[in-house]
């Protein structure tokens, strides 16, 4: 038989003590006894024993390596799983969402991070760290600190793709294919504002009184 723990609600206080002092479990166990014990046949446990533990003298049972607890109910992880993950069974962590690897210890963001972000803790949960210049739960969104207007979208950090007819880092040039003439301003796409006393698409005509 491997290595297995005991554990006893019966047993004084100071025999418990004793036995903890002749207890070794493998490697990594806390607790386990690998010495001759004191097996009686007629022993009952009223609570059974879990996990393939051995009802050794009542309500004592003798637990498989990787168990503990009065009825070696609970698996035991080594290392211990980490940021709230639970011992499924011996070594086996189920680890809440946001974290991986054998032991929690991963912290995972779903779909990962783009564009140099981190995939970081934050108060327990799992997000992330974006580089100054991107943004969003994946740091999929760029930032354009001078904005995009008249519908253009931040493509790259600074960078804005501008719809047709606007130009410009911000998208805010307006583009007149035909140029305004006499002073006019291209306001709008193909849109000339105009100087009086000009008027027309291009202000090319002098109005008269
Ligand atoms: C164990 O319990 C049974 C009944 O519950 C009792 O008859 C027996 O004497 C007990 N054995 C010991 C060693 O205390």
Request: hydrophobic fraction near 15%; include cysteine; proline fraction near 15%.
């Given at each position: 038989m491997g290595v297995v723990c005991l554990s006893s609600k019966v047993y004084p206080f100071t025999t418990f003590l004793a036995l903890v002092g002749v207890c070794f479990g493998g490697s990594d166990g806390p607790r386990g006894v690998a010495v001759g014990f004191v097996f009686d046949p007629k022993a009952s446990c009223d609570q059974p024993c879990e996990h393939g533990g051995l009802c050794i003298r009542n309500n004592t049972c003798f637990c498989s390596k990787g168990y503990d607890g009065e009825t070696c109910k609970y698996a035991n992880c080594y290392p211990k799983c980490k940021n709230g993950g639970s011992c499924l069974?011996?070594?086996k962590c189920r680890c809440p969402s946001g974290f991986g690897g054998r032991y929690c210890h991963k912290v995972m963001c779903d779909g990962g991070c783009w564009n140099g972000g981190e995939c970081t803790a934050v108060n327990g949960v799992a997000k992330c760290m974006c580089p100054s210049s991107w943004t969003g739960s994946k740091c999929q969104d760029a930032i354009c600190p001078q904005g995009c207007k008249n519908g253009g979208i931040c493509v790259v950090p600074g960078i804005c793709s501008c719809p047709e007819g606007w130009l410009g880092g911000a998208c805010h040039h307006a583009v007149c294919t035909q140029p305004c003439l006499?002073?006019?301003?291209?306001?709008?796409?193909?849109?000339c504002r105009c100087r009086p006393p000009f008027s027309g698409p291009q202000c090319e005509k002098k109005q008269s009184h």
């Open positions: 069974r011996p070594g006499n002073g006019g301003k291209c306001i709008f796409p193909n849109k």
